[in-house]
C-alpha cells in the first residue's frame, strides 16, 4: 500500500495504491493528513467513529477526502490510524479514527488544503485498487 504526489503545476494530485478498496481508502485518509501535518509524532489518545456517505464510489471518496480535511484543519484532530469498513450499495464509510489534538509545536504544519476536487479523479478496481485524486492547496 502506497501513495505517492503526481507533476502537477498547482496542486497536490495524489495517485493511491492497494490491494482492496478498504486499504484504499486509509491510505487516501493518511495521505491528507500527511499532506497538511507531520504525523510521525501522533500519539493516538483519542478515538473517534465517524460514517461518511456517497451516492456512488466518487462522491464516496470525494465525501471521505473532505471530512479529513475538515477534522484535520477545522477541528485540529491529527490522525494517526484509520480503522475502516467501506460498503458499496449503499456506499458508506463506518470509521474509528486515533488519534489527538493537533499542536502545532509537535505537529507542524506544512500546507492548507482547501477541498478535494472531482477533477481527475479515478477509481480502478482490479488485482488491486487504484484511486487518483486532485486536492485544491
Not at 62 to 82: H, M, P, Q, S, V
Amino acid at each position: 500500500m502506497s501513495y505517492k504526489y503526481l507533476e502537477h503545476s498547482t496542486d497536490a494530485l495524489i495517485e493511491v495504491k492497494a490491494p482492496n478498496l478498504t486499504k484504499a481508502f486509509e491510505v487516501a485518509g493518511q495521505s491528507i493528513v500527511q499532506t497538511i501535518i507531520d504525523d510521525s509524532k501522533i500519539d493516538e489518545d483519542i478515538q473517534k467513529k465517524i460514517t461518511v456517505e456517497g451516492k456512488d464510489l466518487d462522491y464516496l471518496l470525494y465525501n471521505w477526502l473532505e471530512e479529513i480535511i475538515i477534522l484535520t484543519i477545522t477541528d485540529g484532530f491529527a490522525i494517526k490510524r484509520f480503522k475502516l469498513d467501506v460498503k458499496k450499495e449503499p456506499f458508506v464509510i463506518n470509521a474509528e479514527l486515533f488519534g489527538e489534538n493537533i499542536d502545532i509545536k509537535k505537529h507542524g504544519f506544512k500546507v492548507e488544503i482547501k477541498s478535494p476536487t472531482f477533477h481527475e479523479m479515478e477509481i480502478d478496481e482490479g488485482d488491486e485498487t487504484r484511486l487518483k485524486y486532485l486536492l485544491d492547496l
